[in-house]
């Protein structure tokens, strides 16, 4: 214990130290007035923020799940990656005392400042992310440091819900329907919504009441964040003046204007791991191996039958079977690039690498992702939005360490959310195609968030640097069904070498007309009364690489189209699910790989067409399905 507490007040005496912006190099250690009695002062000052941080960073370190030194040589059940699908399959799985189950993950524990709702933009250059991009193009992400969009993936307890921006979505009816209309039985909106609902554990007091789409049963929190800028209300007046309701999007209709619901619990990030792993750390049956890198899935060539996985942890090989399953949670870049490691791939490809071909699969297929833009800033005359100038300083840091209030809440800046039908506008049962996205700040609002979200530093610096000193503003219009499709690679047979991701996002004409509806939709927003009121301006500095454009026109805008819009970080699709009648269905319904026994993937990587949603909640929907899938294959009841 006291090792425990001595680690988390030195890392609460770095968080403060640079909080209060004090200069280890300044050689102002022993000086009156320096380092030594600037931070002494400044604790004894806040106390109380001081104490509550070290406490509760303490219980976090305390309840994360520790990792198994000694590794079974069989387990019932083998999971790889402890993400958003990896952390509630093995919570599901094992409930039964009997099972034992053994949970792999690439990356190492979560850390209590990961779990700070604003800090978001950081931690896409932290370990925790496997730092994955797309192959330079000639088409898209023009404006990005070589010509390459960045793919931030969660490499940690948790996954990518431990560095995501914590919006809590599930996508509309029609989404679900049409997965069961392309043959996947059971996968109708009124199939999954159960399980959305056995997850969820609704905060919001006005939601709590709404049982038929709402649950206070379930392991994972979903609040509004404590603190909104005036921009979220703002937002929401625009909406009204535009024609819009305010709304649920996740009760009965999703069209309208919200403040975002999140997974956060009293003002704090609630990743997959705090919610389904951190509360059964004392489970017998349950080992969890992090830092290991799963390498193979071991096949019976002769029966097409899975019966265990190679792993390294550190430079140490390790051999582990499965009595029962292996399944795969790696997420929808990890997990195909491990089928196909393993010998379930497309044929043509394989072959290139040597890799022996145990079953021909359109694996690394059907890559998707939402489509966004980042690039639409307005500029404010009064301070109503966040800068890092502003919300690093004393106070708010204080405010959140003492009472989870303040600034620090807003998850990644993001503070409200719409849904917008584009083929119906006004129809409240519509089926949504564009999302728009409030940011209460821009790129230029933080320092070093360009270089983060890998935009160009001289594009940087004649775009955004002129506006570094005021109050901004964006909003992302990004468009909820694709039409265009990429697909992931091996680079070689090398487990350890990222795999090469291509996606020319705007392939289809189509996805570049929705997404210019949804800027011409932004800038509707900043010209109501709502934002007027603020003062606020669009910033018309031409972007670089479109001067060429008149302004403001569609040419103009399908430039910054071409340079500046950016997958939105919901990878899916890469394992197809379908029947066998589907050319390019990797899974089954029931999550199982077509022509191989005992293997199943189940994450974002199965989903056959995007939900209108971002794709955490989803994921963590398709892992309680896919437990109960299991549960009834091994002959138990589902509860």
């Known amino acids: 214990m006291k090792q425990v507490w001595g680690v988390m007040k030195i890392r609460t005496l770095l968080l403060l130290i640079n909080c209060v912006q004090l200069d280890l190099v300044s050689g102002s250690w022993n000086r009156k007035g320096g380092l030594a009695e600037n931070v002494i002062n400044y604790f004894k000052e806040h106390k109380r923020a001081v104490t509550n941080f070290i406490a509760e960073g303490t219980k976090h370190f305390e309840e994360e799940p520790r990792d198994e030194k000694n590794i079974l040589p069989e387990y019932d059940f083998i999971i790889v990656g402890a993400g958003s699908a990896g952390c509630v399959l093995a919570n599901r799985l094992s409930e039964f005392p009997h099972w034992n189950v053994l949970l792999i993950e690439a990356g190492g524990k979560e850390n209590y400042v990961m779990d700070i709702p604003l800090l978001v933009t950081p931690l896409q250059v932290s370990e925790a992310n496997w730092k994955y991009k797309l192959e330079p193009s000639e088409n898209v992400c023009l404006g990005m440091k070589g010509r390459q969009c960045l793919l931030p993936r969660g490499k940690v307890m948790g996954g990518s819900s431990t560095i995501n921006f914590m919006i809590y979505t599930r996508g509309n009816r029609h989404d679900y329907n049409l997965w069961e209309k392309l043959g996947n039985p059971g996968w109708g909106y009124e199939d999954v919504l159960p399980y959305f609902l056995k997850l969820e554990n609704i905060t919001i007091p006005d939601l709590r009441r709404d049982t038929k789409y709402h649950s206070t049963r379930g392991e994972l929190p979903v609040s509004y964040a404590p603190y909104h800028t005036p921009l979220a209300d703002a937002f929401l007046e625009a909406g009204r003046a535009m024609g819009y309701r305010t709304v649920d999007y996740n009760g009965e209709t999703q069209v309208g204007f919200s403040y975002l619901q999140a997974s956060m619990k009293n003002g704090t990030r609630w990743s997959a791991s705090r919610a389904f792993l951190h509360p059964i750390k004392n489970r017998k049956n349950l080992h969890i191996k992090k830092w290991s890198l799963v390498t193979n899935i071991l096949i019976e060539r002769d029966t097409k039958t899975a019966y265990g996985v190679e792993f390294f942890s550190g430079k140490r090989k390790y051999v582990v079977r499965a009595r029962k399953e292996v399944i795969v949670s790696a997420g929808a870049i990890n997990s195909p690039k491990l089928l196909m490691l393993s010998g379930i791939g497309p044929v043509e490809h394989l072959s290139e690498l040597d890799i022996p071909l145990l079953q021909d699969l359109k694996v690394g297929y059907n890559l998707m992702d939402h489509i966004g833009l980042m690039t ?35 998850p990644g800046c993001m503070d409200g959310i719409a849904f917008y039908d584009s083929e119906n506008p006004y129809d409240t049962e519509g089926d949504p195609d564009i999302e728009l996205l409030l940011s209460a700040g821009s790129i230029a609002s933080e320092t070093n968030a360009h270089k983060i979200l890998g935009v160009r530093e001289d594009i940087y610096e004649r775009f955004y640097k002129p506006i570094e000193k005021f109050h901004t503003w964006t909003a992302l219009p990004i468009i909820l069904r694709p039409k265009s499709r990429g697909r992931v690679f091996l680079k070689s047979r090398n487990a350890f070498e990222k795999p090469r991701i291509y996606f020319d996002f705007f392939q289809e004409s189509a996805d570049m007309d929705k997404l210019l509806l949804g800027v011409k939709k932004v800038l509707e927003l900043g010209r109501t009364q709502a934002f007027q009121k603020y003062g606020t301006r669009l910033h018309d500095i031409p972007i670089p690489g479109c001067e060429h454009s008149e302004f403001g026109s569609d040419d103009y805008w399908r430039c910054v189209l071409r340079h500046y819009a950016f997958p939105i970080w919901h990878l899916s699709g890469t394992c197809k699910m379908g029947p066998a009648s589907d050319r390019d269905a990797v899974v089954d319904s029931r999550l199982r790989v077509h022509g191989i026994k005992r293997l199943r993937v189940i994450d974002s990587s199965i989903i056959p067409i995007l939900p209108a949603a971002h794709t955490n909640a989803p994921t963590m929907m398709i892992a309680e399905k896919g437990a109960d899938y299991i549960k009834e294959d091994w002959r138990l009841d589902k509860f």
């Open 376 to 410: 639409i800033t307005f500029v404010l005359n009064q301070s109503v939005a966040l800068r890092e100038r502003d919300v690093m300083k004393d106070k708010a840091f204080m405010e959140y360490m003492s009472y989870h209030t303040g600034p620090l809440t807003v």
